[in-house]
């Protein structure tokens, strides 16, 4: 432990952070390891869209009285169905289609915002969903959350090597008996809970940060798919821990002395740790080009060079 | 066609009448030949001439509204596995953490659910058939930072790897330059022969293969003319399969086809460029 100067007093002991810790470790592996596919996939806006219509789940399900985290599962996985039946394989016209479902439903999502902060009087409902708390987190959401992620993780394994290879060439895949549409729509209910779980954590608006961010990062440092959805998974895990702990630690921070919200620090880590991932490639791939130029071994990799 | 069914026992492919209508628009019309096991087939027609409407008949990914498909000596199911396939244009991001072994691995088991348990087998496997295209130099690069040679040689080891007795490849040769189109052709000629399998590729000119080609399957207008090379490339043939007086010339050991009749000056002297080079 690194004492009390970095633990402020009682961060171990605080029940609401021991929920968040746990929340801390389930969700960001489930995003490291679907985002390292949705990445792969170049489905990050479906991913965004996933993420922001949740809202109009946690709005409704705030509404009637239920854990936002049930309208989030319930819209992220039945948006996502409706996306893959509009959406041919054609990658713009899942664009497309995803644009347009997602304007109707921003739509819905700013009324339902609206009657939850003028009907029952808590403006804590819409920075709630929007914006997550992780120390917020009721009780009897944290099982269902955990298994929820477990869940995700299992269904990640299972489809692994079908979903590598339609993520590859949807042609290979089919020429190879995989049923590209269906694993395709499997993966879009996967990222619809992924995003659900996430968006408890850091709320709709940055859910996907959470998916993206930490793959993003991965990818850029490992050479096999499973290893990169391992270290998302670990650099998603290190944000939100540090994260937890540096919104503890500002609740003795400037301007009004009640802490900053976790969802800043999350995202902000996994920012800072994208753009460090992204320094050190750009720098060795300097360095490998400037050795390489210097001995002309860059030509090696010519195709038509003799071998 | 119709010969006895002693002649068929080791055939690997059969089509027979084959006609497809899409969009309205009809893409074959009655097309039949059929392949046996290590020959080097030549699917030769220009862009849009059906090839990979051909293709995807015989994958069972199309079904056709006429004739039929054999392969091998079982029916023909949509995912064959005694088909390797590979597809035109296989374009893989450079950030796809996946190295040129895990894509042969992938060959093995790609359609089956869960993780690939590593072992000392598989790793084999996937070392001998890098090793038979060549490609053992780049089996830990990324699959996304590969030549279109390299890459073209891991595909073909990712659909051989499953040892399939036909190999089918739509348009390896396109986008590769000169040599790594020599080096690709040898590749397969060698792999028909060493594999025991049979080899069917398209291309929309048939020079490069020449050397290698067994028999030449040539797809114009949704008809087609099988045969050896001589048979079918032929001015009368090709005229009748166009619809078009096309003329056959011979220059050097290289086959060109141009349009219209056959000129009657020196063919060896410089004259204008082939207006229909090949096709």
Same mark, same amino acid.
């Given at each position: 432990?690194?004492?009390?100067?970095?633990?402020?007093?009682?961060?171990?002991?605080?029940?609401?952070?021991?929920?968040?810790?746990?929340?801390?470790?389930?969700?960001?592996?489930?995003?490291?390891?679907?985002?390292?596919?949705?990445?792969?996939?170049?489905?990050?806006?479906?991913?965004?869209?996933?993420?922001?219509?949740?809202?109009?789940?946690?709005?409704?399900?705030?509404?009637?009285?239920?854990?936002? +985290? !049930?309208?989030?599962?319930?819209?992220?996985?039945?948006?996502?169905?409706?996306?893959?039946?509009?959406?041919?394989?054609? *990658? *713009?016209?899942?664009?497309?289609?995803?644009?347009?479902?997602?304007?109707?439903?921003?739509?819905?999502?700013?009324?339902?915002?609206?009657?939850?902060?003028?009907?029952?009087?808590?403006?804590?409902?819409?920075?709630?969903?929007?914006?997550?708390?992780?120390?917020?987190?009721?009780?009897?959401?944290?099982?269902?959350?955990?298994?929820?992620?477990?869940?995700?993780?299992?269904?990640?394994?299972?489809?692994?090597?079908?979903?590598?290879?339609?993520?590859?060439?949807?042609?290979?895949?089919?020429?190879?008996?995989?049923?590209?549409?269906?694993?395709?729509?499997?993966?879009?209910?996967?990222?619809?809970?992924?995003?659900? +779980?996430?968006?408890?954590?850091?709320?709709?608006?940055?859910?996907?940060?959470?998916?993206?961010?930490?793959?993003?990062?991965?990818?850029?440092?490992?050479?096999?798919?499973?290893?990169?959805?391992?270290?998302?998974?670990?650099?998603?895990?290190?944000?939100?821990?540090?994260?937890?702990?540096?919104?503890?630690?500002?609740?003795?921070?400037?301007?009004?002395?009640?802490? !900053?919200?976790?969802?800043?620090?999350?995202?902000?880590?996994?920012?800072?740790?994208?753009?460090?991932?992204?320094?050190?490639? !750009?720098?060795?791939?300097?360095?490998?080009?400037?050795?390489?130029?210097?001995?002309?071994?860059?030509?090696?990799?010519?195709?038509?060079?003799?071998? | 066609?119709?010969?006895?069914?002693?002649?068929?026992?080791?055939?690997?492919?059969?089509?027979?009448?084959?006609?497809?209508?899409?969009?309205?628009?009809? &893409?074959?019309?009655?097309?039949?030949?059929?392949?046996?096991?290590?020959?080097?087939?030549? %699917?030769?027609?220009?862009?849009?001439?059906?090839?990979? =409407? #051909?293709?995807?008949?015989?994958?069972?990914?199309?079904?056709?509204?006429?004739?039929?498909?054999?392969?091998?000596?079982?029916?023909?199911?949509?995912?064959?596995?005694? &088909?390797?396939?590979?597809?035109?244009?296989?374009?893989?991001?450079?950030? &796809? @953490?996946?190295?040129?072994?895990?894509?042969?691995?992938?060959? &093995?088991?790609?359609?089956?659910?869960?993780?690939? #348990?590593?072992?000392?087998?598989?790793?084999?496997?996937?070392?001998?058939?890098?090793?038979?295209?060549?490609?053992?130099?780049?089996?830990?690069?990324?699959?996304?930072?590969?030549?279109?040679?390299?890459?073209?040689?891991?595909?073909?080891?990712?659909?051989?790897?499953?040892? @399939?007795? %036909?190999?089918?490849?739509?348009?390896?040769?396109?986008?590769?330059?000169?040599?790594?189109?020599?080096?690709? /052709?040898?590749?397969?000629?060698?792999?028909?022969?060493?594999?025991?399998?049979?080899?069917?590729?398209?291309?929309?000119?048939?020079?490069?293969?020449?050397?290698?080609?067994?028999?030449?399957?040539?797809?114009?207008?949704?008809?087609?003319?099988?045969?050896? =090379?001589?048979? $079918?490339?032929?001015?009368?043939?090709?005229?009748?399969?166009?619809?078009?007086? /096309?003329? $056959?010339?011979?220059?050097?050991?290289?086959?060109? $086809?141009?349009?219209?009749?056959?000129?009657?000056?020196?063919?060896?002297?410089?004259?204008?460029?082939?207006?229909?080079?090949?096709?």
């Amino acid at each position: 432990m690194l004492g009390s100067i970095v633990f402020e007093a009682g961060f171990f002991q605080n029940h609401a952070v021991r929920t968040a810790l746990i929340i801390g470790v389930i969700v960001p592996l489930v995003s490291g390891c679907v985002g390292t596919f949705t990445v792969i996939r170049g489905q990050a806006f479906a991913g965004e869209a996933l993420s922001d219509m949740g809202t109009l789940g946690g709005a409704g399900a705030d509404l009637v009285g239920v854990s936002p +985290l !049930w309208g989030f599962v319930g819209v992220g996985v039945v948006v996502a169905g409706t996306m893959e039946l509009f959406g041919v394989q054609r *990658r *713009r016209g899942r664009d497309v289609a995803t644009g347009i479902v997602l304007g109707a439903m921003l739509g819905l999502s700013a009324l339902f915002l609206y009657f939850d902060t003028t009907h029952s009087s808590t403006t804590g409902a819409t920075i709630t969903i929007l914006f997550g708390s992780l120390f917020q987190v009721s009780g009897v959401t944290v099982p269902a959350l955990v298994i929820l992620g477990l869940i995700g993780l299992l269904v990640v394994g299972f489809l692994y090597r079908p979903l590598l290879l339609t993520s590859l060439s949807s042609d290979l895949a089919t020429a190879r008996g995989v049923r590209v549409r269906s694993i395709g729509l499997a993966f879009l209910m996967l990222m619809g809970v992924s995003v659900s +779980l996430s968006s408890v954590a850091v709320g709709t608006i940055l859910g996907t940060a959470l998916l993206i961010g930490p793959a993003a990062t991965a990818l850029k440092l490992t050479r096999r798919p499973w290893s990169a959805m391992l270290t998302a998974g670990g650099i998603g895990i290190a944000a939100t821990w540090l994260g937890i702990l540096l919104s503890y630690d500002s609740f003795y921070w400037p301007p009004a002395k009640k802490g !900053w919200p976790v969802s800043f620090f999350v995202v902000t880590l996994i920012f800072l740790f994208y753009l460090a991932a992204d320094l050190s490639t !750009w720098l060795r791939a300097r360095r490998v080009g400037s050795e390489a130029r210097g001995t002309g071994a860059r030509w090696d990799r010519d195709p038509v060079g003799a071998r | 066609m119709s010969a006895d069914a002693s002649d068929h026992d080791d055939e690997v492919l059969s089509v027979e009448g084959v006609s497809v209508w899409l969009g309205g628009r009809q &893409i074959l019309d009655d097309v039949g030949f059929s392949v046996r096991s290590g020959q080097f087939i030549g %699917l030769i027609g220009s862009n849009g001439a059906g090839k990979t =409407t #051909l293709f995807r008949v015989i994958l069972g990914l199309l079904e056709p509204h006429r004739g039929s498909v054999r392969v091998g000596e079982g029916r023909h199911t949509s995912h064959n596995r005694s &088909i390797g396939y590979v597809p035109q244009k296989v374009l893989v991001d450079p950030d &796809i @953490p996946l190295r040129a072994r895990d894509l042969v691995g992938l060959g &093995i088991d790609g359609d089956r659910f869960g993780f690939a #348990l590593p072992s000392r087998a598989r790793r084999l496997a996937v070392d001998e058939m890098l090793e038979a295209v060549d490609a053992s130099d780049f089996a830990d690069a990324r699959v996304g930072s590969l030549s279109g040679g390299e890459l073209q040689r891991v595909l073909i080891a990712h659909a051989l790897i499953s040892r @399939p007795r %036909l190999l089918i490849l739509d348009e390896p040769l396109a986008n590769l330059d000169i040599r790594s189109e020599q080096e690709v /052709v040898e590749l397969l000629g060698r792999v028909a022969h060493d594999q025991e399998v049979a080899v069917l590729l398209s291309a929309h000119d048939m020079n490069p293969l020449l050397a290698v080609m067994d028999r030449v399957v040539y797809l114009a207008n949704g008809h087609a003319a099988s045969g050896s =090379t001589d048979e $079918v490339v032929r001015t009368e043939v090709l005229s009748e399969l166009y619809g078009h007086p /096309v003329a $056959v010339l011979h220059v050097g050991d290289r086959i060109i $086809v141009v349009a219209g009749p056959t000129p009657v000056p020196d063919i060896s002297m410089p004259g204008p460029a082939p207006l229909h080079a090949a096709d």
